[in-house]
């Protein structure tokens, strides 16, 4: 049986930034505040008319491709994770395959928020350890900013737009992806979600009116739910591995808010220097995240080190991933 190694990470974030000084021109807010409620500092804004997270996925799917060697013929599939798809249909995925080249692959969407990006690398080791497929890309493709109410100074300091891919292949070693938990509670639905668009209260007058094409948060019900349920399946899957926080490595939590990354892994009692966050220069980037801040720091990331990856999102949607590093 195989196991799926991480052969290769990219990623891509647009060159235009929004600080928080040029957002307290927007908006009632100011440095400080933001700072000291989710650290961030500034956030990438995709600008380029007439693109869409399809843009975000295919610059850094081409970075993958080019970096390790692979011919976009070789690719067997796509799995594209986002919440800002280009349209409801059809799949962002789709649209990613046929601009990079990839006319061998099949390509879908999922839909997991924040937590898209694990739960498309566990179906991509699904894949790669049947043996259904050989090589298959992750890419996760966010333009957040979408989205995002710039009137709203509770949410719209929060998130940036970014993508993030990984290629995955079949190996005989104990690397790659080891294990994985996943949970998902459909309470989470009123705390978190973007209430217009979809069939249940489809695109009007009404509801472009009433601003229900942006996202709605209740912060503190997320905050609570993010620290208890990241820290918990982080725990979960040390526990399933005979790991302890002392023999792992490296700590890469969803980039959401800086107090939720200090909160899991303080009371996980994770070593700061463990602990691997980029979110102040980029901000939330929902799915891209992990990606994003995992190949910032991959060349301190040495090749046999035990990393645990976690992340939370709407839905209430959530998990935790046992990655053996391989590059």
Same mark, same amino acid.
């Given at each position: 049986m195989f196991n799926a190694r991480i052969a290769g990470i990219a990623s891509y974030a647009p060159d235009d930034i929004l600080d928080n000084e040029m957002l307290s021109k927007m908006v009632d807010t100011n440095d400080e505040w933001i700072m000291t409620r989710v650290g961030i500092k500034e956030r990438r804004i995709l600008k380029k008319e007439e693109t869409g997270s399809s843009y975000l996925g295919i610059q850094a799917v081409n970075k993958l491709l080019?970096?390790?060697g692979t011919k976009p013929e070789e690719v067997d599939l796509l799995i594209c994770a986002t919440s800002n798809p280009d349209y409801r249909f059809p799949s962002t995925g789709s649209i990613i395959a046929h601009n990079c080249g990839l006319k061998s692959a099949y390509a879908y969407d999922i839909q997991a928020a924040c937590a898209g990006f694990l739960v498309a690398l566990q179906d991509a080791a699904g894949y790669v350890r049947s043996g259904m497929r050989k090589k298959v890309v992750v890419v996760a493709a966010e333009k957040m900013s979408s989205m995002v109410d710039y009137t709203d100074r509770k949410t719209c300091p929060l998130f940036g737009d970014a993508s993030g891919a990984m290629l995955i292949e079949p190996t005989t070693e104990n690397v790659g992806i080891i294990d994985g938990v996943f949970h998902i509670d459909g309470e989470g639905l009123e705390h978190l979600l973007m209430k217009g668009g979809g069939s249940v209260h489809p695109a009007t007058h009404a509801t472009v009116d009433a601003n229900e094409h942006y996202i709605f948060q209740d &912060?503190?019900?997320?905050?609570?739910h993010a620290v208890t349920n990241m820290l918990?399946?982080?725990l979960d899957v040390a526990r399933r591995n005979n790991l302890t926080m002392e023999t792992v490595d490296w700590f890469i939590p969803h980039q959401a808010n800086m107090r939720i990354i200090e909160a899991v892994a303080d009371r996980a009692g994770i070593a700061q220097e463990k602990v691997l966050v980029n979110i102040e220069h980029y901000g939330n980037t929902s799915a891209a995240s992990i990606p994003?801040? *995992?190949?910032?720091y @991959?060349?301190? *990331? @040495?090749? &046999?080190?035990?990393?645990i990856l976690t992340a939370f999102g709407a839905g209430f949607t959530w998990g935790a991933m046992y990655v053996i590093w391989d590059l």
């Open positions: 080019e970096s390790t &912060g503190r019900s997320v905050y609570k918990e399946s982080s994003l801040c *995992i190949d910032e @991959k060349a301190q *990331i @040495k090749k &046999g080190d035990r990393m």
